[in-house]
């Protein structure tokens, strides 16, 4: 995590809106007299990525400037080679937020709930809020809680840093596959107890059991078909019996059928009679009407001419009264078709004065159009040429806009990278040197451990020797002739031969030296390979920055050519860059400002000309008249000259219309005239050809008699009708007849036919009866009767038997096949049983090995050896080579070099030796936690902040300390110191000062 700014406002003595950018700066001191609110800086970062801060934990609303009702911290931070913004404000329910600054400079939202906030921070940090505090940023009070704090606390900073916690999951998984495979194989073992395993005697008898069976079963099959067969018999003879029945039933039916047959053709024969009586009756009757047809039609030709005469005089009435009526119409018509004449004759003038006046007002509004529309190409063109000019004017802008952030960046981040660069290099060839050096010491020290291991071997016998010498010297001097040997018992004889006497203590203390040489010697290699490590890792380390660096600056010398220019233009570039940019803006508001203006009278012209109707042309005009006021008060008066012109006109039409109307009167007038004169002409000549006419009382007779015909001759036609109707019943009622009488033949044979039938299914029925009989005493024996209910219940029972037998058969078939499944199902649980231990027993043995004694506390213990090794390296700088670390049983030991090389804890340090030994450890760590985490999803800690400390130590351990600092912050991490020392904030390159005024603070630098 790098910090790139951060913003406060309300926040202790931050009450107003406060800023601090952190771009760009490596190492800095934070200054300013104590209570200023140096510390609130660091709280402020931590709460905007936690919501805690260490002083408080999580009850923050003591945090609140005195006074104000709220506050609120936004932190602008890098890690990952990403950018993010978080926002925190409190008390709010709304207003935290988590960003992701995207290519474009624009930003995408993360999470907006606090909770998600944090739980996202310490996902993109790798470390939650107690392992920041530990590393990147050391608070008051607890800068040494990572050197001298528990050990359940440091071994969860390092599992947290170190990426480690994916082995306790690893363990975890290990534990549940190991739990699941013993759950496994111990249901399998109750499912294998279950099982209820037939032996294979066991199975033979079930088999012998099942033949039988079947063999029974088969029998019953054979009796089953010869019941099925006395069935058959049993219902063939009751069929017939059922067929006798119903052919004597058949039979006297027919016999019914044919009595019914009978009766209806004595019917048939009724009827024809009565219908021939009919038909007489009807003839009689139509011959006594006495019917005249020929009479008849001369009375309706008598009556039809009187009817044609008095037509014709209603005629001859109807067409005088209308002539009268033609007449007077054509009188009127003649007087009014005068007086629409004459008004018709001034609507005339009227319209071509209008007229005339239209073809002035329409040739003065063609002129005035024809002139602007020249006004108009002219101002299109000027609106062009502006419109061009500022388009030009911005793409110039755009693209010096574009530039030149990018050639401040590119500066920016060439200043950095090349100061970087430099600085790596340099101390690259100093740690090299150094790694050379440590090299050679590291084998010059082993070489030396090799002489002395040689040397303490030669010691070691020469002890040995001395030691048999003085034994043997100090058993021969109590020794005489005839006392028992001390080795076999038997007398001596001898005495033993005289040894020369042996310093044993100066054997000793050449042992004793030759040991501590050696000692000394294998310490002395131990530091030289552990100088050698460090140097090592430092170099490689330093090799990647440059390399990193050169990558860096090869990327931005491509991004320069890009941009048509290189490292040593680049200034010149900027500074043209920058003047053009002014100058490009200014040219744009210039040419915005002409071609607003004149495309504002472009659009007052259009508009104006917009409104003149199509029909008026254009004059073809030189003079240019760009005011449309102009064509707006040619177009109104040429609205004005069109609105009379048409009124007049309309009039005109109007009288025009009435004259033709009135002239279309008279001609109408006057045809029905002429036609009513015709029509009484023609009329008295149709009653002329009439002739006179009977008299009335002859009319009325005539009418009498008329009347009297027509009543006959309907009664007549209503005769023949019925004479016909009866002659058709006489007609159906013999087809009746004769039908009834074949339908009497056929009964009379169906009834012989049926008393046949019935006498063959009695014959049928006494020879079923005795098949029934005979096969009956065979299948059942005795003599007893057949009787379909006994053999019912026989077959019932015989039915229930099979049944119970298939079953039996069936179920001891299946005895047998689940035995055999039984037994193989046995023989796969009990395989995998034996996989499931074999898996438990491997998950159980991985879970043992990734326990935290074991496989991860083998890795945290080398993880503390190779951080006490290096900064051991750095607190002998600090120390003047009196004190180094080490690590043992997971905790920091003080080697005093001082003292006899006494080894202590890290506890019995002083102030301000504790303060340099944690500054010390807190650099290794920052510097090697790359390298400690490998790829394991660790994170590389860019930044570290110190909170106070450095008073407490003198002016010699102070250069010492900033040293180290320095040598740190040359590389990419930043470094930045809170302090009210004075004397340390000068010695900085950077300070970023809290100045107090009243109950406030503000920031300077």
């Not at 291991?453 to 010498?469: P, V």
């Not at 030296?513 to 390979?529: F, G, I, K």
């Not at 649980?829 to 991860?856: C, K, P």
């Not at 002998?876 to 006494?902: H, I, K, P, Q």
Request: with cysteine; glycine share 6%.
């Amino acid at each position: 995590m790098r910090p790139i700014r951060l913003e406060l406002r309300g926040f202790t003595a931050f009450r107003e809106r406060t800023v601090v950018d952190f771009e760009g700066r490596q190492l800095f001191a934070i200054t300013g007299p104590t209570g200023a609110g140096k510390s609130s800086l660091l709280d402020a970062m931590t709460w905007a990525l936690f919501g805690r801060v260490p002083r408080v934990g999580a009850s923050t609303r003591q945090l609140v400037s005195h006074g104000a009702s709220s506050m609120q911290v936004r932190f602008d931070f890098a890690t990952r080679d990403e950018v993010y913004r978080v926002v925190r404000k409190a008390p709010a329910v709304t207003g935290t937020r988590l960003e992701q600054r995207q290519a474009d400079g624009s930003w995408r939202h993360l999470a907006d709930r606090a909770t998600d906030v944090t739980r996202e921070v310490v996902r993109l940090l790798g470390m939650d809020f107690t392992t920041f505090t530990r590393t990147v940023l050391l608070p008051q009070g607890e800068f040494d809680a990572f050197l001298k704090g528990e050990q359940s606390e440091r071994r969860a900073i390092l599992t947290r840093l170190l990426g480690l916690g994916i082995y306790d999951e690893a363990r975890k998984i290990a534990n549940e596959r190991a739990k699941s495979a013993r759950e496994r194989s111990a249901t399998i073992e109750a499912q294998l107890g279950q099982l209820n395993l037939a032996s294979p005697e066991k199975i033979a008898a079930l088999e012998v059991e099942h033949t039988a069976a079947k063999e029974r079963l088969a029998e019953l099959a054979e009796r089953r078909e010869a019941l099925r067969g006395l069935g058959d018999l049993a219902r063939a003879a009751r069929d017939a019996e059922q067929a006798q029945r119903d052919a004597e039933g058949t039979a006297a039916t027919a016999r019914e059928a044919l009595a019914t047959a009978e009766q209806a053709l004595a019917a048939a024969s009724e009827a024809v009679g009565e219908a021939e009586r009919r038909c007489d009756a009807l003839s009689r009757e139509l011959a006594e009407l006495k019917y005249d047809a020929k009479a008849h039609q001369q009375l309706l030709a008598q009556i039809e001419r009187i009817n044609l005469r008095e037509a014709a005089e209603r005629e001859l009435a109807e067409a005088k009264q209308r002539l009268e009526a033609a007449t007077t119409a054509h009188t009127a018509a003649v007087e009014e078709a005068a007086s629409a004449t004459t008004a018709a004759t001034e609507a005339t003038a009227t319209a071509e004065a209008a007229d005339r006046a239209l073809e002035e007002a329409t040739t003065a509004l063609g002129c005035a159009t024809g002139a602007a529309r020249v006004a108009l190409t002219a101002l299109e063109t000027t609106v062009a040429k502006a419109s061009a000019e500022l388009e030009a004017a911005k793409r110039e802008r755009a693209t010096l806009a574009e530039q030149l952030p990018k050639l401040q960046a590119a500066a920016r981040q060439l200043t950095e990278r090349t100061s970087a660069r430099e600085a790596a290099a340099t101390e690259l060839a100093a740690a090299t040197t150094a790694r050379e050096q440590a090299e050679q010491a590291a084998t010059a020290a082993e070489g030396q451990m090799a002489l002395d291991g040689t040397a303490l071997e030669s010691a070691r016998a020469a002890l040995a020797e001395a030691r048999h010498a003085d034994l043997a010297a100090t058993l021969r001097a109590d020794l005489k002739l005839g006392d028992p040997c001390p080795v076999c018992g038997e007398p001596l004889k001898q005495l033993p031969m005289e040894f020369g006497a042996a310093d044993l203590e100066a054997a000793e203390a050449a042992v004793r030296e030759a040991e501590r040489v050696l000692e000394e010697h294998r310490r002395t290699s131990t530091e030289a390979r552990t100088a050698l490590a460090a140097a090592t890792a430092r170099a490689d380390g330093l090799a990647q920055t440059v390399a990193s660096a050169d990558e860096l600056l090869a990327a931005i010398d491509g991004e320069l050519v890009e941009l048509a220019t290189s490292r040593a233009g680049l200034p010149k570039t900027l500074e043209e860059r920058r003047a053009a940019l002014g100058s490009a803006e200014r040219r744009e508001a210039t040419a915005g400002e002409a071609a607003t203006a004149v495309a504002a009278q472009r659009d007052a012209l259009r508009l104006a000309l917009a409104a003149v109707p199509d029909e008026v042309v254009a004059a073809e005009v030189e003079e240019a008249i760009a005011d449309p006021a102009a064509v707006v008060a040619a177009l109104e008066g040429w609205r004005a000259a069109r609105t009379a012109a048409t009124q007049a006109a309309a009039q005109l039409q109007t009288q025009q219309a009435a004259q033709a109307k009135f002239q279309g009167a008279i001609a109408a007038a006057g045809a029905h005239v002429e036609a009513a004169t015709v029509a009484v002409t023609q009329a008295e000549q149709r009653l002329a050809s009439h002739g006179s006419g009977p008299a009335g009382s002859e009319v009325s007779a005539l009418r009498e008699a008329l009347q009297a015909a027509e009543t006959k001759s309907k009664r007549a036609e209503q005769l023949d009708g019925e004479i016909s109707t009866a002659r058709a019943a006489i007609a159906a009622a013999i087809a009746t007849r004769t039908a009834t009488e074949a339908e009497r033949t056929r009964r009379a044979e169906a009834v012989t036919a049926a008393e046949q039938q019935s006498q063959a299914a009695s014959n049928a029925a006494t020879a079923a009866e005795s098949a029934l009989g005979e096969k009956w005493r065979e299948a059942i024996g005795g003599e007893s009767t057949p009787s379909f209910e006994e053999l019912r219940e026989l077959m019932l029972a015989h039915d229930a038997e099979q049944q119970a037998a298939g079953i039996k058969a069936g179920v001891l078939g299946e005895q047998i096949e689940q035995a055999k499944r039984e037994s193989v199902d046995a023989e796969r649980m009990r395989g995998e049983i034996a996989g499931d231990t074999a898996t438990a027993e491997l998950n159980g043995a991985l879970a043992r090995e990734l326990q935290g004694d074991r496989f991860v506390g083998y890795v945290q213990r080398e993880a503390m050896q190779l951080l006490a090794a290096d900064a051991s390296y750095r607190l002998v700088g600090f120390t003047n080579g009196r004190y180094e670390l080490a690590s043992e049983d997971n905790e920091f030991m003080v080697v005093d070099r001082l003292n006899g090389d006494e080894r202590r804890s890290v506890k019995t340090l002083s102030g301000g030796e504790t303060f340099l030994a944690s500054l010390a450890l807190a650099l290794s760590l920052s510097e090697h936690l790359p390298q400690l985490a490998g790829l394991g999803g660790a994170v590389s800690l860019e930044s570290l902040f110190l909170d106070e400390g450095f008073g407490a130590l003198d002016s010699d351990s102070l250069d010492l300390a900033v040293q180290g600092l320095e040598t740190l912050a040359n590389g990419r991490r930043m470094i930045g110191v809170i302090s009210h020392v004075q004397e340390m904030a000068e010695r900085l390159p950077e300070q970023i000062e809290v100045v107090p005024s009243g109950n406030a603070s503000a920031v300077r630098g």
